[in-house]
């Protein structure tokens, strides 16, 4: 078991580009979700998949935002035209399909954005 | 009213004493319960999760959970200076759903 690997850690963005982060979920855990974290609060949910079905979508996720999980492996989460307003940290997420109640996620290290 | 409300703190706790976290949620659907553990940098590490009513133990730590009441509390036992972190509360189930709410953490500063 690994863990949840993000990359990268770190980055710096110019205002108007895109931007692409990655995240490897622990190995046969079937759901992945993303979240955003700004300082002083919680983190907020993104988008989250079953496999590779994207099951569910926050509003906070603007048309800007797409993210895909092909074959339900890794996931990637792209932000065009970025914002100043996108700086954050952007978390991944993963959890097995519980055979107990509690659905326990596990959080990988972040990529942290910053736009200029 | 926010889904999930901690209080934000600073709970400043002196080392070997018992901190005392609550959170309040506003979901009466809502189906389990975690605590996470966030050092300044990092990312949300999680140290409790909890389904029933009651308390669940493990180590240093006990959750507590009252649904009638709609909260959830975390004991911090014998308190160390390595405890200092921000603690998040997070729920899932009913409306939610799969996916945590959060509340927006409790900041514990464990003094030597």
């Known amino acids: 078991d690994t863990g949840v690997s993000q990359n990268p850690r770190h980055k710096i963005t110019k205002r108007g580009q895109n931007v692409t982060f990655r995240c490897d979920p622990i190995?046969?855990?079937?759901?992945l979700y993303w979240y955003r974290q700004t300082l002083g609060q919680g983190p907020e949910f993104l988008t989250y998949f079953q496999n590779e079905a994207q099951l569910e979508k926050s509003r906070l996720l603007s048309d800007r935002f797409s993210a895909e999980r092909p074959k339900g492996s890794f996931s990637t989460l792209e932000i065009q035209r970025t914002e100043q307003g996108d700086s954050a940290m952007y978390l991944c997420?993963?959890?097995?399909?519980?055979?107990?109640?509690?659905?326990?996620?596990?959080f990988g290290p972040g990529t942290r954005l910053t736009v200029t | 009213q926010k889904e999930v409300e901690q209080n934000s703190g600073p709970l400043s706790v002196p080392e070997g004493a018992i901190a005392s976290l609550n959170c309040t949620y506003s979901d009466r659907g809502s189906q389990s319960f975690f605590w996470y553990r966030q050092y300044s940098g990092k990312s949300p590490e999680l140290i409790m999760s909890i389904y029933s009513n009651g308390d669940k133990e493990d180590g240093r730590f006990t959750a507590q959970l009252n649904k009638a009441s709609q909260y959830v509390s975390l004991l911090i036992r014998d308190s160390q200076p390595s405890d200092s972190a921000t603690y998040l509360c997070a729920v899932n189930g009913g409306a939610a759903g799969n996916k945590l709410t959060f509340g927006g953490g409790t900041r514990v500063l464990v003094k030597p």
């Open positions: 997420a993963s959890s097995a399909i519980p055979e107990r109640p509690e659905d326990e996620q596990y």
């Open positions: 190995s046969e855990h079937n759901r």
